[in-house]
């Protein structure tokens, strides 16, 4: 046993999500995916195109939020949409709800024409969803945010891709889902979340407690790796030595 924290765990799993993706644009919303982003970078996805989340690609990898000394290329806000539309990108976002066929929420909590809380909105969900694979990453599980159906859909699962028809499904790949908890899919039987793993130090009972659906658990659930010993140190001393990661995932979990 190792003496990586939940928060490394998650940045680990988080970096597994783009290990296979190639060279394709890595673009994290927030600061795990940012870390687990960066870490795939230098380790098992070299090929990750990533950038400094404001204008510029970056052909090196600093620490979370400084500067990259070493400017690749350039793009403005404007022309993220044409990377929506037409590029190879992996894009993790996170979620205020997302339910049991992977449908997110970051819109509004509650009826539309009158919510109980108005959220970011759908931003680029929907473009993200149904043009370029899409991951989650979710930092405190509930049943507050894992729901039977999202009260508004931003990002879109794969069963209303499907029918939306084939403009929709042709690139619709919610790829996985990443907690404080576990990870999921949304592999599971007509398009459903599956669980992957759990992290270490916590149950399926834990998992499934805190899921407000029925959820597809596989007969053996392995428990999410940790990370190698280059891994910590590169998130450790490299990456994040400040530990913001513990803002989003505090050392009791």
Same mark, same amino acid.
């Given at each position: ?14 970096a ?5 993706? !190639?060279?394709?644009f890595?673009?994290?919303m ?5 870390? !687990? ?11 990750? =195109?990533?950038?400094?989340?404001? &204008?510029?690609?970056l ?7 400084a500067?990259?000394?070493? #400017?690749? !290329? ?12 037409y590029?190879?990108?992996? #894009? ?13 929420n970051i &819109? ?13 909105? &759908? ?12 991951s989650?990453?979710v ?5 507050r945010?894992?729901?039977e159906?999202v ?10 891709a ?20 576990g #990870? ?5 039987? !007509? ?5 992957? &793993? ?17 959820l ?11 990370p190698?010993?280059?891994?910590? =140190? ?20």
């Amino acid at each position: 046993m190792s003496d990586a924290t939940r928060a490394d765990v998650c940045a680990a799993a988080i970096a597994d999500a783009f290990k296979d993706d !190639g060279e394709i644009f890595g673009s994290p919303m927030g600061l795990l995916p940012m870390l !687990g982003v960066r870490l795939a970078k230098l380790t098992s996805n070299p090929d990750l =195109v990533i950038s400094d989340g404001e &204008s510029l690609f970056l052909a090196g990898v600093p620490p979370l939020f400084a500067k990259g000394d070493v #400017v690749e !290329g350039w793009i403005p806000f404007r022309k993220v949409f044409d990377v929506v539309a037409y590029g190879k990108r992996h #894009v993790m976002m996170g979620a205020t709800q997302v339910d049991r066929h992977g449908n997110q929420n970051i &819109s509004a909590i509650g009826d539309w024409a009158q919510p109980k809380r108005q959220l970011l909105g &759908s931003r680029g969900a929907p473009g993200n969803t149904v043009n370029n694979r899409t991951s989650y990453w979710v930092p405190k599980h509930s049943t507050r945010v894992f729901v039977e159906r999202v009260d508004i859909v931003s990002g879109v699962g794969p069963a209303l891709a499907k029918e939306a028809g084939p403009a929709a499904t042709r690139y619709n790949d919610i790829h996985r889902i990443v907690s404080n908890l576990g #990870v999921f899919d949304v592999q599971g039987a !007509g398009d459903t979340v599956r669980l992957l &793993s759990v992290h270490p130090g916590v149950t399926v009972d834990d998992v499934r407690e805190a899921t407000g659906f029925e959820l597809e658990v596989p007969a053996d659930v392995p428990t999410t790796r940790e990370p190698t010993t280059e891994e910590l =140190v590169l998130i450790r001393e490299v990456l994040d030595p400040k530990g913001l990661r513990f803002k989003e995932v505090p050392h009791d979990g």
